[in-house]
């Protein structure tokens, strides 16, 4: 008996589409091998150790009109910081228009919506929910803190000289606009209170939330990460600084713990003392517990820098 051929480039590796497979000339004697899995009509999957979510999502996008990854996949493709509750459950989300049947297919959670042009992007030729409605579709599942986290990160202005981009992925005018777009939407009141509260200039998911916890507890709202002049030329870019009482704040993540890093955090320390500023550095178990250690040690800081509570 004849073995079947193997499969052309890149259908070896990658989930395909019989479309595609009949444009790639691939017969169905060999679409009809076991080593080809049917997770459901119309698409089939090689046996391979891993493959990336973009390219296990794509032929769903394909396979069906009008069809885009969205919510908890879009969320993760999208790599937002942040908790969205059930994003780890092995199922792929699809969204169509809501002029059109919802997807209903074995692993795929199906949803329906209005979309404007602009809200289906191309990413990695994926079609997908652009990064501000897929974090308004998020918003019914995510606390108030954790889409404020998104928010920063899709505010945030990047660091040309370590990224491949200058703008934001969006204003905060983008996110007002998607907001006002769809009134009423599920989740809606939680993501207009984030947008309150977010701010430009956290750098990471635990800037956000080390911010949003100093301000639940009552402290004064920080500046984030600007350029500091410490006399002498020396510039320094704390997370966080309170300038009117020289405090500032550094959240050392796990990269902090290599040597390297180690010697370049004592001299950031020893620039601030010079110059006159408490230092307050916080780390991972400082941020337990609501970040009860995190706030202490910043209120015993500025209260011996002269604050008070009002």
């Given at each position: 008996?004849k ?19 009949a ?6 004697r ?29 032929p ?18 999208w ?45 990695n ?19 108030i803190e954790?889409?404020?986290?998104v ?57 956000t ?5 100093l ?51 004592i ?26 250690a ?11 820098r ?5």
């Amino acid at each position: 008996m004849k073995v079947p051929s193997a499969l052309p480039h890149p259908w070896a590796r990658l989930p395909f589409t019989l479309k595609e497979a009949a444009d790639a000339g691939i017969t169905q004697r060999r679409l009809r091998h076991q080593g080809l899995e049917r997770p459901t009509r119309g698409i089939r999957v090689p046996e391979v150790e891993e493959c990336p979510l973009d390219r296990s999502i794509r032929p769903y996008t394909l396979v069906t009109e009008f069809a885009a990854a969205s919510h908890a996949s879009a969320f993760l493709l999208w790599e937002f910081p942040g908790f969205l509750p059930g994003s780890d459950e092995q199922l792929i989300h699809i969204s169509r228009p809501d002029s059109v049947a919802i997807m209903r297919r074995p692993g795929v959670k199906g949803h329906r919506g209005q979309f404007f042009a602009d809200e289906i992007v191309t990413h990695n030729g994926l079609l997908i929910t652009s990064r501000t409605r897929t974090w308004l579709d998020c918003s019914r599942k995510m606390s108030i803190e954790e889409l404020t986290v998104v928010a920063d990160h899709l505010l945030r202005v990047p660091r040309p000289d370590f990224e491949a981009r200058s703008d934001p992925f969006a204003t905060k005018e983008d996110l007002e606009d998607m907001l006002d777009r769809h009134k009423g939407t599920p989740g809606i009141r939680k993501a207009r209170f984030a947008l309150e509260q977010a701010r430009v200039g956290a750098d990471s998911a635990p800037e956000t939330r080390l911010r949003l916890a100093l301000e639940y507890a009552g402290l004064p709202e920080p500046q984030l990460n600007v350029p500091t002049e410490l006399g002498a030329g020396v510039v320094r870019q704390p997370d966080l600084a309170y300038p009117e009482h020289r405090v500032a704040v550094e959240y050392d993540g796990e990269g902090h713990s290599e040597v390297a890093q180690i010697v370049k955090d004592i001299a950031r320390e020893e620039d601030f003392a010079r110059a006159g500023w408490l230092p307050v550095r916080i780390s991972k178990r400082h941020m337990k517990n609501e970040a009860r250690a995190a706030v202490a040690k910043v209120r015993i800081a500025l209260q011996s820098r002269g604050w008070s509570p009002k």
